[in-house]
């Protein structure tokens, strides 16, 4: 059974995700701290930066995008140490590594679909790995138990 504070936090993290102007992936992230949300964050372009579709390739737009990750941790402005963090998308090895160094102990992440680990299933095996050496606990949230679960 998932905790109706698991749901909570992993529907802000979906809603924030939404906030993201990338048309293809939005990725959502919510660090808490206890039943306290500390920060959020989305993916997509530093500000002032332009991220009109017209101009940037694929490439060009994975060089300019901050990670939800990324985001939620510069926008936290403060100790990150034993806090939790609710991610969309299981996170790649260079926010892993942001993760680990702020002193996140946890990452909450859906179980993922057969097409993104198809993509992205290698990263997710160092990114796992990164965690799993530097003792930060993973949780997979069960899709079934998301999708048919209302945080009351």
């Known amino acids: 059974m998932i905790s109706k504070w698991a749901v909570r936090f992993y529907q802000m993290a979906e809603l924030v995700g939404s906030w993201s102007k990338d048309p293809s992936t939005q990725v959502g992230a919510v660090i808490?701290?206890?039943?306290?949300?500390?920060s959020v964050g989305f993916n997509g372009y530093p500000h002032g930066i332009s991220d009109s579709?017209?101009?940037?390739?694929?490439?060009?737009?994975?060089?300019?995008?901050l990670h939800a990750e990324e985001n939620a941790i510069l926008f936290a402005k403060r100790d990150l140490a034993d806090c939790e963090i609710w991610v969309t998308h299981f996170p790649?090895?260079?926010c892993a590594a942001k993760?680990?160094?702020?002193?996140?102990?946890q990452v909450h992440c859906p179980e993922q679909a057969e097409d993104f680990l198809s993509r992205w299933g290698e990263k997710i095996k160092v990114s796992a790995d990164m965690f799993e050496q530097a003792g930060?606990?993973?949780?997979?949230?069960?899709?079934?138990?998301l999708k048919n679960t209302t945080a009351n």
Do not use: F, S
């Open 53 to 65: 579709a017209d101009t940037d390739d694929r490439a060009m737009k994975l060089l300019k995008t």
């Open 92 to 94: 790649c090895p260079n």
């Open 99 to 105: 993760i680990i160094q702020t002193g996140i102990t």
């Open 136 to 145: 930060v606990k993973v949780t997979w949230l069960p899709l079934e138990a």
């Open 32 to 38: 808490t701290k206890g039943n306290r949300i500390v």
